[in-house]
């Protein structure tokens, strides 16, 4: 089962951020956030990871709280072609991904 | 160049029958996985294999085997398809024993047993 809480869905308009929360209260010391994508069920598509502290890569950043329970992925200038499912995973050692719900991100002009 | 890349892209077959999807990666990862993904959007790990051993086998019908030749191959054979093997089935590989390493998908075989 997924160690991961995400809301079903959320909206945002076309150039403001999009903020997308993720619970993971249960996450052992060692294991990593990451954060995938999947647009229309195309392959999951790798955003970024991190394990205490915040990262921001050309895609994104991920802010993680100082107790590790929840992190959101920032998408600093939403697109058009952002609109897909989120997927925030705790990764357990041996790289097994475990995918939950997800969120579906639209984003709408 | 695709990195991680599945052959074919869409198979529809009848029921009964034995297919197998084909997967390379180029990226000169030591870990490959399947997964399968049904009608509900349910992305599920199937199998993982390390350096051509089989390290994860999750609940899955032993219909299905897959079979690694080398490091950058990982193929899944299916025996006598079931109507409920439909589902899109994903590829994927990355770098294990460094938890910073992320996985590559392919972009998935579409299959359809009618």
């Known amino acids: 089962d997924a160690k991961t809480t995400q809301p079903p869905s959320m909206d945002c308009a076309e150039g403001r951020a999009a903020n997308l929360p993720c619970n993971h209260s249960?996450?052992?010391?060692?294991?990593?956030v990451y954060w995938y994508r999947q647009i229309h069920s195309q392959g999951p598509q790798y955003i970024i990871h991190g394990l205490k502290n915040n990262e921001t890569n050309e895609m994104a950043s991920l802010i993680i709280t100082e107790d590790r329970k929840s992190s959101t992925l920032i998408l600093p200038h939403a697109t058009l072609r952002d609109t897909a499912v989120y997927y925030c995973?705790?990764?357990?050692?041996?790289?097994?991904?475990?995918f939950g719900q997800g969120t579906e991100l639209s984003v709408k002009p | 160049d695709t990195a991680v890349s599945q052959t074919p892209k869409y198979l529809v077959t009848q029921m009964g029958n034995d297919k197998s999807i084909k997967c390379e990666q180029n990226?000169?990862?030591?870990?490959m996985y399947w997964y399968k993904q049904d009608s509900k959007k349910f992305l599920k790990i199937m199998f993982s294999?390390?350096?051509?051993?089989?390290?994860i086998n999750e609940t899955v019908p032993n219909r299905f085997s897959p079979k690694s030749p080398d490091k950058a191959h990982l193929n899944l054979h299916i025996n006598s398809l079931e109507l409920g093997d439909s589902a899109v089935y994903f590829c994927a590989s990355s770098r294990v024993g460094q938890g910073g390493a992320e996985a590559f998908f392919g972009q998935g075989t579409r299959l359809t047993v009618v």
């Open positions: 294999y390390n350096n051509k051993e089989l390290i």
């Open positions: 990226l000169g990862h030591d870990t």
């Open positions: 995973i705790v990764r357990t050692w041996g790289g097994k991904l475990i």
């Open positions: 249960t996450i052992s010391g060692n294991e990593y």
